[in-house]
């Protein structure tokens, strides 16, 4: 973003802030860049910091108003979020003005996301957070806990279609970067590893407990203040998704696989936390999280298909979470029988 268009995109903020959500700004800065909007933090005339989330011209308001509107469910129920701002006229929690959509939560202060430091207590606070979330999430009358198929995650069949129309759009263009090169051949890999994932997912159950979830609970959208939960963040409108696959989505994002090598004994305190608060799901499912996360990363096309579908820039941090994504895969095969152990004797 050029500096012209960033100030004229700031004072379209300011404007909005005032008109839309009755705020008066002191200030208005650029904040953390999210993967399709552009963040900002304002403070008020009266002190109090706000986060300020843009999303692009186009962009349906309703999706964006509903997220915001679970997320404030979730707030009821007690679980740690950044409370919206509603606009003036309290029918929504999203304004648009000039294309630009936007919606305003309270700011978290001294805050760092749960992005690779799951640590010492973090693990059992992160547990308590998200079994109080899917808890209170499981009473919204749109996804009270049901067995249905296995999330689709984890769907050999549909991984397969995927990937093999990823490798034609490669094929049928040239791959100039190292990335491309290194994207294309991961998906022949992939694509070749499915019968060992379906090896790997025959101890898992064909029907599992999904509910309504956040969405997009990963390392990122989870603000750590010391060794507890600050706050949850950035839900998706609402969905029914497994609960297994989002509680390992997070407990084992694949940054935090990386980086901390006890990562199967906190993934059993975790687990054991979760399972204290949310019994809804059974211990037989939840002993198979790392089995689920670990087929759900081998089939994912993401973000192997972020240049061929435009999902956003490709930049240095996503080309490392590409390979991220796909050592982790590998470490969670690789240490499956003792994580497993682990979580057995934390859950029974």
């Known amino acids: 973003m050029t500096p012209s268009v960033s100030q004229a995109r700031i ?37 109090r910091r706000w986060f300020v989330k843009t999303r692009p011209a186009g962009t349906a308001l309703g999706p964006v108003d509903a997220a915001a509107r679970l997320s404030e469910y979730a707030r009821l129920c007690r679980v740690p979020v950044a409370a919206a701002r509603p606009t003036t006229n309290q029918d929504r929690l999203v304004a648009a003005h000039q294309g630009l959509v936007m919606t305003v939560t309270r700011y978290v202060p001294d805050s760092v996301t749960a992005d690779g430091r799951l640590t010492g ?4 606070s992160v547990g308590q ?51 491309e090169r290194w994207a294309v051949g991961t998906a022949r890999e992939k694509l070749a590893g499915v019968p060992e994932v379906e090896q790997l997912l025959g101890g898992v159950p064909h029907t599992m407990v999904s509910q309504l979830v956040h969405g997009d609970l990963s390392g990122p959208n989870v603000l750590l203040r010391g060794d507890d939960v600050a706050a949850l963040v950035d839900f998706h ?71 061929r579908d435009g999902l956003g820039p490709l930049a240095a941090s996503l080309e490392q979470y590409a390979r991220d994504r796909h050592r982790a895969a590998a470490v969670l095969r690789a240490r499956l029988d003792e994580a497993e152990e682990i979580l057995r004797d934390h859950l029974t």
């Open 121 to 124: 207590r973090r693990w059992e």
């Open 11 to 47: 004072s379209l903020v300011t404007l909005m802030l005032a008109g839309d959500f009755g705020i008066t700004p002191a200030s208005v800065a650029q904040g953390p860049a999210g993967t399709a909007t552009h963040n900002y933090v304002a403070t008020g005339a009266d002190g």
């Open 237 to 307: 409108p609402p969905v029914r998704r497994g609960a297994v696959w989002e509680l390992g989505r997070l407990a084992l994002d694949p940054r935090t696989v990386l980086a901390q090598p006890d990562w199967p004994e906190g993934l059993g305190r975790l687990t054991s936390a979760y399972h204290g608060l949310h019994p809804a799901v059974p211990v037989e499912e939840l002993v198979n999280v790392v089995r689920v996360t670990a087929a759900a990363l081998a089939l994912s096309l993401y973000p192997l298909n972020a240049v």
């Open 129 to 179: 957070a998200v079994g109080r979330l899917h808890r209170g999430l499981a009473r919204h009358g749109f996804g009270p806990p049901r067995l249905g198929p296995r999330d689709r995650a984890i769907d050999p069949a549909r991984a397969v279609a995927g990937l093999k129309v990823l490798l034609a759009r490669y094929e049928a263009a040239p791959s100039p970067t190292a990335f």
